[in-house]
């Protein structure tokens, strides 16, 4: 069954840097479309950023645009976002999921971005 499980999260100061991972299960990985979402406090899940199967071509939200980076290691069935000049409205539960036919969420990873 498909599993995706994130890490990597944690508490930084504005203007710092973290690195997520996603360790995918269960599905061929290589074939499909990778994304990165976020759950803010009180908001709904909003696509943050994504990544084709080769890992060719990338798209990111407007708000993340030159800060983050999402790459994958298809040999390692692994996606990352390494995000970078992090703000508070950056502060949310990280998720990652494939496209098409999005798996069961994982449980998350959070990112708190404070002084």
């Known amino acids: 069954q498909v599993q995706l499980v994130e890490s990597g999260g944690g508490l930084v100061q504005p203007g710092g840097s973290l690195r997520l991972s996603c360790a995918a299960s269960g599905f061929t990985f290589s074939r499909y479309t990778m994304r990165w979402y976020r759950q803010a406090p009180g908001k709904e899940r909003e696509l943050v950023a994504s990544i084709i199967s080769t890992g060719g071509s990338t798209n990111y939200a407007d708000s993340v645009k030159g800060r983050f980076t999402i790459s994958r290691d298809n040999a390692k069935n692994m996606v990352y976002l390494q995000m970078n000049s992090l703000k508070p409205e950056d502060t949310a539960v990280y998720y990652c999921?494939?496209?098409?036919?999005?798996?069961?969420w994982g449980q998350g990873t959070q990112v708190t971005v404070s002084s």
């Open positions: 999921n494939r496209l098409p036919s999005p798996g069961p």
